[in-house]
Structures are given as structure tokens and as C-alpha cells.
């Protein structure tokens, strides 16, 4: 009888190579290679004690003979598998030339010598088996990230097709193999560094350029893979010509764009709210009240709102509001379905921080960001200050994953960071990862800014690298389902590149954004500045007539501590009447529970009913019983409201006026100051601006800081030892009494103007602007000159008298003057002072001459002089006055002319006496 033999065993794949260990790594020796690293464990046969175990050494000596009896049988193959990654087919040669079969059998060989001769002492060696493999074969790959499966492959020619259909292990078996692996430690918790140094070194560069392909691990999450849960191997290209590449523009054509939701109301409201519930003794029992809500800040009241709705989410109250949910009261999917419209309709509101161009950037995606961190937490919605959204170029070279969903493509994950400076608590800003999605073209990179003080800057300028160090992937948008689409990560082995790749910012996985100015806008009302004093003082002593016609303005003022706050400043000369501040219209609000009739409304409820709720809700847990329940349900009406009609709220329009103005034709004039920190320093900016010319109004003399600078409109003050000041002292020495007759400062507090630099502007959504502090009246100076001036001798007493008016009309040397030529309006008595004990000096005797009212222009001093010369000598000589040592005294008070009618009289200066000495047997002179 003719018998046909054939096989009808299955080949033994590598799991059934009891006590083997097999690993690859790809190197670069003597020319890129896939080496297969195996090696036996002595322990195969060894019992507990580490003796040889009988039984088991024959079982396994059994299992290699057979093994090896597989290998040389001369219809057996064996081939290294890469999936077409690392080579096309099957590598069934080593680099040497002999056949990697011939190489396995030389591995099992002294493995069944030894086990035969009783598997004692030290088991053969391990064996390495290389096979060269060309570098520049991943630039054929159809897209750019690949996943790496390397598998043994033995296979048995001659098998009939019925055996292998039936029992395939005859035919051919594939084991996969696993990557060099070492224990996770803190610096490498994957185990692969090693094997991904190696691979990166081995393959730059692949391109002949720069291409560097990145090794990635992550999870394998295909559930028809025999593979499925276990770690599997990912491979990235990266590279300008022949992979990914990304550049992420920073520059003057395309700067960063920043959003943020704008403040709910730049302004305090005054309302009156209908309807509210003050409850009694229960939730159930309550009574409907009217309150008026006074000078709110709608942002104060929405931000403790959204953080009370995330109390219902904390992990005990959570599960207690589910536990007591049933088909027929619903606590708590109410609550997510709220959430979620109010991180839709938050988001929906984010907008430019700057005034920019309508289609500037991608507002889409950035309110898609902002609804995600909403989704995590409302809380987030104060939390953060700014998204930042940059354009990031993306090339790709071919599909980056063929076989994905080509609507949601995979999408780097990385960390924004400053190079070298690790996340920390101590760091006074945070910056959130963010992902980039790798889709050929153009793309933006959106992350959210948070400061740990936000008052503290307006900005932060920062040298910036997007770190990436993972890539989200099969991301399946047919499961997506609740917002949430299912998708799998991988994770750079190595984030730095290892040497010689390039380093630094030059490092594949890192992308230089460069410096970028982030504006820290804040959202809430800013406080009034306080005007703490206004004063006229004059010098002291004064000796001359010049010295009483100016004096020194201070105004005393306490400002914002808020870097985002700018003091505006004015001082108005010369005004006639005080100004009244104009209060905030106060609107009455009609609402029909369970509606609130606007978002103000439903804040409001919230304030007022919550904190009689509260206790209620937090005996949930506890079991608070029908009570909590129903306060739970009463807490979900509230956030319903709110989420209701937040997408419908208007912030209502700013206040308009502002400070006092001036033009040069009349007598008010008005010197406006804006006063602020300089950026990124405790240095003062201040900004002058007047009607009066293109120049800057005189800057004040500050105390506590010294002026170190002065351009255009602008003048620098450094704070003396370096600590600003919240209370500044400014003053304008040297005022010309006539030309500036009284002063009345005005002040406002302007927040988020300066977020940008000029040219551009902030947005003025985010600009709040306080109402304007004035001080009551107008302060008006009064020189009181304390002791008698004697006047220089002149050849006449015209001339004396000429000379003395020309003083009172002519500005003092540097004093600050509007050079609009007031007139002189004065009054004076004038004596004939004469000495009457002649051994005592200061004995005089006075003898009233007339009383003189003048008003006078400049210019008419020589004829007024003449005028008063005359009247005197007249006097003279129908008295007969004569004395030796005479003078003549004039008591003499200057009126206020531009700030007062006609009629009024408001002294200025007050000479107790202005002195002309009478020359001695001069009848002439007078």
C-alpha cells in the first residue's frame, strides 16, 4: 500500500518556547539593522529551590528537540515580519549573509546539548541575530504615523490547503515580538527608552535632510486584534520634504488673536427684581418679595453662581442627587443638561479681547475651547483670563493615518510652556496643553491663560514652545455620542530627541511659538478713586512781590492697585461753578416666575434664594428627606433660568461723559492726566493732554518718585527704594495766581483700556469706566503775604508806582502761566507812613491818604501810575505832609476776575503792605 506522509503538527511559535526570551531593537551598527535578542532562563527546569526539577526537564527537553527538529526540517522558512514598515516582505537573511533560520537553529542547538546533559550549570548564552534593513524606507510609508508590529514567522511548505484551513499553526505561525524593554523608573515609566534611542539614532536622518522618525507607545484598542489591550508600538515621520511638519506663525503678519467672554455689564446696575421667593421654614413654604438690587456687579453674582452649580457635581453630593433620580423626578440629568447649555451659551459670547477685524482668527474653535473647559468646569469661566489662538501651518506627507476618519483626523497634544521652565505652583500664570490637529494646511493652536493673581499684570510677556508629547488617534466619530468621541493616544517615548538629533528648539517634537504679550483682561467693576485732599499753598517766606503771585496745586488721590487700571486725572482752572455728577438711571424689572424676565433677574434669584436653599441641599447627602429633595429641584429652577437667558443678555450701554474739557479761547482750562503703571514695572506712566497746544499740560511733582524721563506726551517716575505707591501726592508748583485762579480736580477709573499696545485697542466690551469723582468746589488760593515789602527807590513816585503795578501784572519768571493777559483787578488803601520817635525806628505813625478800587488791563500800568502819582501829590500838597523817613503804604488785596461775576469779590493775594520809600527834601519826586 502507497502511504502519503503528511504534516499534521502545529509549528512551535515563540510562546511555546518554554523559558525564551525574545526582544528586538533596531541599531544602528555598521548600518541600520533589526536585531532579534534571545536568550534562555535557566529557571525552565529548575524547581523553587533552584534545583533541577526531573519531570520538568524532561517535558522541556521533549518541547526543543521537537523545536529543533521543526527548524532543520528542510521544508521549514523563517522570516522577520514588519508589517512593511521597516521592510517590504519578509527579512529572512541576516546581515551576514546566512539565513535567519540557520540563525535560529543556532540558538536552539546548545539549548537541547544542554538540556539532554541535564540542564545544570549555566544555560548557553543569548544569541543575537541582526538583519540590515534600508534607512530610507520610510519615506515609501503611505502616511506619516504607523503603527509597528514585528513578528517571527515560521512557515512549512507542502502542507495541503484541506490540513491548513483546518489546523492554519501546520502552515504557518506568526509570533509577535516585543520591543527592548527595561523596568519603568521615575525618568522612564515605559521602559523604552533605550530601544527609542537607539531606533531615532538608527534613522536620522532617514530623509538625507532632517527627518527624524519619533518613536510612541500607546495601548492596542482594536477588539478583533489578538492583540487588543497589550502595548503596541507607534512610528511618526517628521520631516520638511518626506513627513509632518509644523511651523506656528508669530509674527507682524500674523499676530497671536485672544478671546475671552467680555465682562456681563462694564458697569454697576441698579434694579429693582419682582417674584423673588423668601422662603420660610421649609422649601415648600415661602412667600414672593420685591428687592432692589443696588450698584451690582453682574460678574461678582455670575461667578459665585457657576461655582455653586459645580457643587451639585462634587463627587458626594453627585452620587446622593443621582440616588434619589427616578423615572418620575429627575434631579439630577437636569443639571448636566444645564451644564452643558451654559457652557454652549458662555462660549457662544467669547470674543476678541482686541478690537479686531471681523474673520480675524478662528473664533469657532476658540469658543469650542472655551466650551470644553466649561464642560470640565463652569468655574473655569472665571478661572481662566484669555484663550490664545495662534496659525499653525501643517504639512503632511501623504495621509498621517490611513484607514482614520477622515472628519476627525488625529490632532497633536502638547504642553505650551516656557523652554526649561517646568509646570509649578509658584509660576504666577498657567497655561493649559492644547491640541493642533494634523490636517495639511492651515490650523490653530488654541490654549487657555490663567494668573494666580490677575490684578497683578495686565500682561504676560512670555518666550513660549509648544511641547508636544502625545497624539490623540482613531478618533471614531460615528461613536461619538453625548459629546464625548471615543479615540485612542499614543505617547512619545522620548519627547527631547536624543544626540545627535536636533536639540533644543530645533527638537522635533518641540515648536517654537516665540514671544508672545497676553493680555490678563479682568472682569469685574474697578474701584473708585478716592480724591483724599486738594490744597493751595503758597511760599514761604515772601519777600517780593513775585513771590505772592504763584502757588503750588497738590491734589491727594488714592488709586487702583490693579495693573489693568489706569487714574484719570483732571484738573480744571478757573471754573465758575462746581459741576453735578449725573447718578445711574434705575430701571424697574417686571418677571413671571419660572421665567426670569433677563439674566440680571435670574442672578439675582439666585442670590437671594440660594443661600435660604443651601442648608436643604446640603442635608442630601445626609438624607435631608422630601425637603432637600424638593430644595434640589428649586436650586435646578434657578440654574435653568439663568441658563435660559444667557444667551440672550446684553450688556447694557457704558455711561457716556467723562471729565471737564477746555479750548483756548475760554477762561476754563483743563489739564487731563492718564495715570498707570508701566508695563512689567513698578515705574508710574503718566499722560498729559490740554487743548492749549500739541504739548503736554506741566507734569506734577510726585512724592515718593523722581521723574526720569520725558517724551511727546508721555514722562516716566521711578518710585524712590522701588515701592509704587496706591496714594500718590502730585503737585504744579509755580501757578500764576491770575492766570490760574482756582482749581477743581475730577477722577475716574478706567479698567482693561490698556490690555493693548498702540496702535491697537482693546476691545471696548471689555473697557469699565467708573463714574467721575469730583471734589465739591473748586479750591481757590489766598496769598497771604505775612510781613511789609519794601519796593526798590525810583526817580519818581510815578515810576515807583508804575513799577509796582507792571510786578502785579507780570508773570514771575518760570512761573506756569496761559499767557492769556488777565486783567488786574485790586483794591488798596494808601497811608503816609512816617517815623515818629527817632530813636526807636520802628515807631511809625500812619496817616490814611485814600482808598483805590482799579481794574486794569496790561498795558495800562504807566497811565494808572500817572493817575494814583497824581492824586498823592495833590494830597501832598493841600496837607503839607513832610516827614524825614516817610513812605507810602499801599494795603492792597488782588481780586479774582475770571472765576467770579462782576459783582463778586474774591481775594487772591493780600499784601499787608506794599512800601514806596519818600525821598528827604525831594518835593519833586512826587
Not at 101 to 112: M, N, R, Y
Not at 677 to 684: A, C, K, P, R
Not at 841 to 860: D, N, Q, T, Y
Not at 866 to 872: D, G, H, P, T, V
Amino acid at each position: 500500500m502507497d502511504l502519503t506522509v503528511v504534516y499534521n503538527d502545529d509549528i512551535l511559535g515563540l510562546g511555546d518556547w518554554a523559558g525564551t526570551q525574545v526582544y528586538y531593537l533596531i541599531t544602528d551598527d555598521s548600518g541600520v539593522q533589526l536585531q532579534l535578542l534571545l536568550s534562555v532562563d535557566a529557571s525552565v527546569v529548575q524547581d523553587s529551590e533552584g534545583e533541577v526539577d526531573p519531570e520538568r526537564l524532561l517535558v522541556v527537553t521533549a518541547l526543543y528537540e521537537q523545536l529543533l527538529a521543526q527548524l532543520t526540517d528542510p521544508n521549514i522558512s523563517a522570516g522577520l515580519a514588519t508589517g512593511d514598515i521597516l521592510a517590504a516582505g519578509l527579512l529572512s537573511e541576516l546581515a551576514g549573509g546566512a539565513s535567519l533560520l540557520s540563525g535560529l537553529v543556532g540558538f536552539v542547538q546548545p539549548i537541547v546539548a544542554w538540556l539532554q546533559g541535564g540542564g545544570t550549570g549555566d544555560p548557553p548564552p543569548p544569541v543575537t541575530l541582526a538583519a540590515a534593513l534600508d534607512k530610507t524606507y520610510p519615506t515609501v510609508w503611505s502616511g506619516d504615523l504607523q503603527e509597528l508590529v514585528v513578528e517571527l514567522v515560521l512557515a512549512r511548505a507542502d502542507v495541503p490547503d484541506d490540513i491548513a484551513d483546518r489546523a492554519p499553526q501546520v502552515r504557518r505561525v506568526g509570533s509577535p515580538v516585543q520591543p527592548v524593554e527595561e523596568s519603568g523608573q521615575e525618568g522612564d515609566p515605559s521602559g523604552l527608552t533605550t530601544f527609542a534611542n537607539n531606533f531615532e539614532r538608527a534613522y536620522f536622518p532617514y530623509d538625507d535632510d532632517q527627518g527624524v522618525i519619533k518613536v510612541g507607545t500607546g495601548t492596542n484598542s482594536d477588539l478583533s486584534s489578538q492583540r487588543f489591550g497589550r502595548r503596541s508600538i507607534w512610528l511618526q515621520r517628521w520631516s520638511d520634504a518626506a513627513g509632518t511638519a509644523v511651523e506656528i506663525l508669530n509674527d507682524d503678519a500674523h499676530p497671536p488673536v485672544f478671546y475671552a467672554p467680555p465682562p456681563l455689564s462694564t458697569q454697576l446696575i441698579t434694579r429693582e427684581v419682582e417674584g423673588l421667593r423668601e422662603y420660610q421654614d421649609s422649601p415648600s413654604d415661602f412667600k414672593e418679595v420685591n428687592q432692589v438690587f443696588t450698584a451690582t456687579d453682574m460678574d461678582l453674582m455670575a461667578a459665585d453662581f457657576l461655582a455653586q452649580v459645580e457643587t451639585i457635581f462634587r463627587p458626594v453630593m453627585a452620587s446622593a442627587v443621582a440616588d434619589q433620580s427616578t423615572p418620575a423626578v429627575e434631579l439630577y440629568d437636569p443639571f448636566v443638561t444645564q451644564k452643558e447649555s451654559l457652557a454652549q451659551s458662555i462660549s457662544e459670547k467669547v470674543a476678541y479681547v482686541f478690537d479686531e477685524t471681523a474673520g480675524t482668527g478662528d473664533p469657532p474653535s476658540a469658543q469650542e475651547t472655551w466650551r470644553q473647559a466649561l464642560l470640565r468646569t463652569l468655574e473655569n469661566d472665571y478661572g481662566f483670563s484669555t484663550l490664545t489662538q495662534l496659525q499653525a501651518l501643517v504639512s503632511l506627507h501623504g495621509e498621517i493615518e490611513p484607514g482614520g476618519d477622515p472628519s476627525h483626523p488625529p490632532q497633536l497634544y502638547g504642553a505650551v510652556q516656557v523652554p526649561g521652565e517646568p509646570a509649578s505652583d509658584s509660576l504666577p500664570y498657567s497655561l493649559t496643553p492644547t491640541t493642533l490637529p494634523l490636517v495639511e494646511g492651515q490650523n490653530w493652536l488654541n490654549f487657555l491663560v490663567s494668573a494666580q493673581d490677575p490684578a497683578a499684570q495686565r500682561a504676560f510677556t512670555l518666550d513660549l514652545d509648544y511641547e508636544v508629547n502625545q497624539i490623540e488617534h482613531l478618533r471614531d466619530g460615528a461613536a461619538t455620542a453625548c459629546g464625548y468621541t471615543p479615540s485612542s493616544w499614543i505617547t512619545f517615548v522620548l519627547q527631547q530627541n536624543p544626540e545627535p538629533l536636533p536639540q533644543r528648539q530645533d527638537n522635533t517634537l518641540t515648536q517654537p511659538i516665540g514671544e508672545t504679550r497676553i493680555p490678563i483682561p479682568l472682569r469685574s467693576y474697578p474701584p473708585l478713586p478716592k480724591l483724599q485732599g486738594v490744597s493751595a499753598s503758597q511760599e514761604d517766606p515772601i519777600t517780593n512781590i513775585p513771590q505772592a503771585l504763584t502757588w503750588t496745586a497738590t491734589v491727594t488721590v488714592e488709586r487702583s492697585s490693579a495693573d489693568q487700571d489706569s487714574l484719570n486725572l483732571s484738573l480744571s482752572f478757573n471754573e465758575l461753578q462746581p459741576t453735578t455728577a449725573v447718578a445711574p438711571l434705575a430701571a424697574r424689572l417686571a418677571n413671571d416666575r419660572p421665567v426670569p424676565s433677563d439674566l440680571f433677574a435670574a442672578l439675582a434669584r439666585f442670590v437671594f434664594e440660594y443661600p435660604q436653599l443651601e442648608p436643604f441641599i446640603d442635608d442630601l447627602p445626609a438624607g435631608g428627606g422630601a425637603e432637600s429633595v424638593l430644595a434640589v429641584q428649586e436650586f435646578s429652577a434657578l440654574i435653568a433660568g439663568a441658563a435660559l437667558r444667557w444667551p440672550e443678555w446684553i450688556p447694557p450701554n457704558p455711561p457716556f461723559g467723562g471729565l471737564a474739557d477746555s479750548d483756548r479761547d475760554s477762561d476754563l482750562e483743563v489739564w487731563n492726566f492718564k495715570i498707570e503703571n508701566v508695563e512689567n514695572s513698578d515705574n508710574l506712566q503718566v499722560t498729559g493732554t490740554w487743548k492749549r497746544d500739541d504739548g503736554p499740560p506741566p507734569f506734577p511733582q510726585i512724592e515718593g518718585y523722581e521723574k526720569v524721563s520725558e517724551s511727546g506726551l508721555t514722562a516716566i517716575y521711578q518710585p524712590d527704594g522701588g515701592v509704587p505707591l496706591a496714594t500718590l501726592v502730585m503737585s504744579w508748583p509755580r501757578l500764576y495766581v491770575l492766570d490760574y485762579q482756582n482749581i477743581r480736580p475730577s477722577a475716574f477709573t478706567e479698567r482693561n483700556r490698556n490690555l493693548a499696545v498702540p496702535p491697537q485697542q482693546t476691545n471696548p466690551a471689555f473697557v469699565y469706566r467708573t463714574e467721575t469723582v469730583s471734589w465739591p468746589t473748586p479750591i481757590v488760593p489766598l496769598i497771604t503775604v505775612g510781613d511789609l515789602i519794601d519796593l526798590p527807590a525810583s526817580d519818581s513816585l510815578a515810576q515807583a508806582v508804575e513799577a509796582m503795578l507792571k510786578q502785579l501784572t507780570t508773570p514771575p519768571d518760570d512761573s506756569l502761566t496761559n499767557d492769556s493777559s488777565p486783567l488786574l483787578r485790586f483794591e488798596t488803601s494808601i497811608d503816609y507812613r512816617y517815623q515818629v520817635l527817632a530813636q526807636n525806628g520802628s515807631a511809625f505813625s500812619l496817616l490814611p491818604v485814600f482808598l483805590l478800587e482799579e481794574a486794569l488791563e496790561p498795558g495800562e500800568e504807566e497811565a494808572a501810575a500817572k493817575e494814583i502819582a497824581s492824586n498823592l501829590d495833590a494830597w501832598r500838597t493841600n496837607t503839607g505832609a513832610q516827614a524825614k523817613q516817610s513812605s507810602l503804604r499801599f494795603l492792597l488785596s488782588v481780586f479774582a476776575t475770571t472765576i467770579v461775576t462782576d459783582d463778586d469779590r474774591l481775594p487772591l493775594v493780600q499784601f499787608p503792605g506794599l512800601v514806596i520809600s519818600v525821598p528827604d527834601d525831594d518835593p519833586g519826586w512826587w
